[in-house]
Structure formats: C-alpha cells, structure tokens
C-alpha cells in the first residue's frame, strides 16, 4: 500500500522544478508509448506534487492505475481533486471511477453489499465519499477471507492530502461509518504523517494538550471496553484533520459554552481542579499557535478565533462535562478560596448550593463531599466543621478528609483535621486496586517532608500496609501503585525513607 502522504506541493512550486521522473513521464512521447510501470517512489513524488505539478504527476499515476486498485483509487482522485472542473476531462473523472468500481465489483463479498449497492459517481463529493466507503468495505471483506489469500491492503486507504485540501468535504470518508471492525479499514487522511502535513501547522502543541487531556477524561481510551475502541479513536483523529485541512467548517459547528476545556470538571474536586488548571495553560498555548495557523488560511481574527477553540474542544472527550459554565458553584468557591461567609450562606441553600451543571458533570464519577473539597481552603474547613461537619466524613471508597490533605499537600487543612479528632490510620476500602490506603500513604507518594512528619508526629504507622503488602516507604520510591514522590528533592527523599523505614 502506498505510505500516508502529502501534498506540500508548494514547496515544490518554490523549488522550480518537478523531479526528473515524474518530468520524463510528463513528455509526449512517453504518453505514446506502452504504461509505464513507475516505481514507488516515483508514485509516491508524483502523490506528494500533484497539486504543483498536475501534468507530471497525471502521467506517472495513470501508468500506476493499471497497477492495482489502490493505483486506481489515486488516479481517480487525482482527476476529481484537479481535473474534474475541465469539462474537457469529465469523461476521464467518471471513466476513472466507473473502472474502479467495475473491479470492486468482481471482489465484492456479501458484507460489502449494503454499502456498495447504488454507488455511482455523480460529480458530487457525496458520491466520491460513498465510493471510499465501499473501497473500505471490500477491503474489510477480503481481510476477514483470509484463507483465499485475497487481500487488498494490510492497511486502510490513505487520502492523498493533495486531495483533501481541493476537496476537503472528502475528510467525511476518514470518520467512523460502520459501527464494527469494518470502521477499522476506512480511510485515512494523508495530512496525518509528519512529513506530509504543513509545515506551520501546530502538531506538537495540538499534541501536548491531547496527552495531558488523558488525565482529564480518565485515560477514556485505554480503559474503554467495547470493541468499537479504534473506531472512537478515529473520531479524534478525523476532527485534527480538520483542523489541517478545513478549519473554516468548525465554524459550523456550535462553539462550546466555556473559557477553557474541563473547565466545569475541574469545579468537582481538588484534584479535578489542579489537573484542569495545568491543562488550561496548555490549552492556551495550543490556541494562541492554532489562531496564527487559522489566520494564515484566511481566517479573520474573529473566525480564527472560534474555530481554533471549537476545534480544540472537539478532539478531547468530556471537555465540555456538565455542558454549561455555572454561575456560580460551591465548589468553585472552596477551591478558589472565596470569602468565608459567602460559602457558609450558600451552604444553606438547597444541595448545598452546588450548581446543576457541576452535578451533572460529576454523574461519570461520584462527586466526593463537600468536606474534602474544603481541604482546598483552611479558613473555610474550620468554619464548615464549626458548623457540623465532620472529620470523619469518606466518599465512596473509604477515602478521609484527611486522606485528601495528605494527598494534595495541604499541611495546614492536615493540621486542623487531626486536631478535631481525625483518625490518622484509617484506611481505604472497597474500590481501588490496592486497597488499605493510608493518609501516610498518601503524603508519601505526593506530600511534602513537612506533611510526612506531621502524620508520623500525630502517630501514623509506618509499618502499616495495604492490600498488597505496600508500606508507605513503597509509595514514596514508587514501589507500589504510583510514581515515585515527584514533590520531594532527592535529599528530601532520602530523609523521608530513613522517617519511614
């Protein structure tokens, strides 16, 4: 199969010149004479340099159509992307694909029969997306034959990006269709290979803000069940090619409610919060790099704008969680240290005044007490256990208010806590991999020195384990569930192993 490829035929434009192959295929007399049986490479320039080299390129195409039919499926495209607006060559943009689709025909299994049934090229992007599918599916189809030998590709079709950025309405192809593995074999798009996207386009900051979404929407990829996984990658994929190929369509589409993705998520606990935060100014970034990137495809500042946010929230899940920015939240003013007596007012309100938009982003996942979130804020946690509320209170899987300062390092919430009767070796229970956490534990795989030696001081147990025979000394060199301590220095460490071990 033909690698993923691109079309940054500019750069060859600047250049002035067409490589001395495709420049040979192009003359009169190599189109007199028999197909040519061009190399791979050749095929592979002649893709890369068809948007600035149309007639170099047609010639080497052509000959690499009688090839195979992934040959056959470049040719075509190639006449619909850069030819079919010459009503000289109509007859050879519908012959292309008439060929192509007489030849899937004669490998058409059962499963491919739904999707191929009526599929005729009519000059509309519509019709060329619907012949991609069936080139997918009969793909599928002599895959899932395996014992005839008969395989097409061992790889899905990739779109030329030539072709994707004539016609980018063909990026529709590249979606999950099908709702099985046959989605595996739908097409991909060509911008996606490094060497062959543009070159001012910002991957690495689209990148960074994907990976460090993972932690925002619970790794949802990895830990998806169904076998439908990789077609639900495809999705994300599809809508960055988006953003390569067609920003302008993300205009279409309604932008989302928020300042910033996870923004409502990070309102449901501390930990939520701090993640939300570091991911906002990562979100920035990629914004500011993908609005420059907008505003050079003719975007003006005001569209730039909103299809770079759109866009962005579009390739993570749940950014949007809870679907609209609160007015006002409980939480958000625990965690953003609010004036003491507002919260405790608003405490008295019906569900403790928590908005309906943060419920419902916190339905994924039980929202943990107020209490715990209260750790956030010192002043606040007095006044609430002034008020009632208790030390004692656990959220869903045994997990302290205590537990929590530990975890989140908040020495001077751990103070007030123990002093208010805070049982410094309760342990978790019932739905973590390694069970009989400890708040210890906690500090020592995320605490200061000063936390550590403030729970040993209050008669933490050093030698207490978890479910898997885990001390807290394992936690701190990321012997057990998590990594090593990354808050201490390695001095720092080192002490608190000797205080642990």
Known sequence: MPNNRFALSILVAAMGVAHPELAAAAQPAAAAAAPISPSADARERAIQQMAGHPDAAEAVLKAASQRDLGGRLDYALFLYAFRSRDTRRANDVAGAFGSLMEQLAKIRQPVVGDVCTGVKYDRSDTSVVAILRCFATANYSTRVLSATGRYLYSAPYSIPCPVLAARPALLEATEPYFGSSADLYVPTSGCAEERDRPRDFPQAQIDHFKQASTEADGHFLENYGGTNVRALGRIQTAAVQQLVVNPREFLNRPGPAMDFPYQVWGMTGIIPHRTAERLRGIYQQALVAL?????????????????????????????????????????????????????????????????????????????????????????????????????????????TPLMVAAQVDEVQSAQILLARGATVNATTHGMLTEDGRTALMYAAANGSLSMIRLLLNAGADPHQTDTKGKRAIDYLQGLGPTPQNPVLSPADRATAARLLF
């Not at 507002?342 to 419902?360: C, F, K």
């Open 291 to 399: 609005v420059r990137y907008n505003r050079m495809r003719g975007l003006n500042p005001d569209e730039a704008t909103r299809a770079a946010k759109t866009g962005l929230f579009s390739v993570v899940w749940g950014a949007d969680c809870g679907g609209n920015k609160p007015m006002e939240s409980t939480r958000a003013m625990l965690l953003e240290k609010a004036p003491v007596g507002r919260i405790i007012a608003r405490l008295s309100l019906p569900d403790e005044g928590e908005a309906p938009e943060v419920v419902a982003c916190g339905r994924q996942a039980p929202l943990d007490p107020l209490i715990h979130v209260a750790v956030a804020d010192p002043a606040a946690l007095a006044a609430m256990l002034d008020r009632g509320y208790s030390v004692t209170t656990t959220n869903g899987f045994g997990k």
